[in-house]
């Protein structure tokens, strides 16, 4: 069965950044939609930045003017690229592929900002 496979999460400072990347352990067809989405402890999760085949991107306010969502449709990758992160954006990141069958998701990876 595909898996989605992440990296990048980690432990930094505020201000700092991070880059996490994500792809398919296999084919999977045609992408419509990747995205990132995050839960933090006691929360339920929510959005981050989706971005379309054609390049179209979509953040939450609370991460606009910050972070980047990019991919690379050949390598069937999506990245965030992030940046003055701030010790509330301390979370698990997950990744969502939407095909036209079904939506894939990460197992999630640690992104911890210490203050």
């Known amino acids: 069965q595909v898996q989605l496979e992440e990296s990048g999460g980690g432990l930094v400072q505020a201000g700092g950044s991070l880059r996490l990347s994500c792809a398919p352990s296999?084919?999977?067809?045609?992408?419509?939609?990747m995205g990132w989405y995050r839960q933090a402890p006691g929360k339920q999760r929510e959005l981050v930045a989706t971005?379309?085949?054609?390049?179209?991107?979509n953040y939450a306010d609370l991460v606009k003017g910050r972070f980047a969502v990019s991919r690379d449709n050949a390598k069937n990758t999506v990245y965030l690229q992030m940046n003055s992160l701030k010790p509330e954006d301390t979370a698990v990141y997950f990744c969502?592929?939407?095909?036209?069958?079904?939506?894939?998701w990460g197992q999630g990876t640690q992104v911890t900002v210490s203050s």
């Open positions: 296999g084919s999977i067809g045609v992408i419509y939609v």
């Open positions: 969502n592929f939407q095909t036209m069958w079904r939506h894939y």
């Open positions: 971005i379309t085949t054609g390049g179209t991107t």
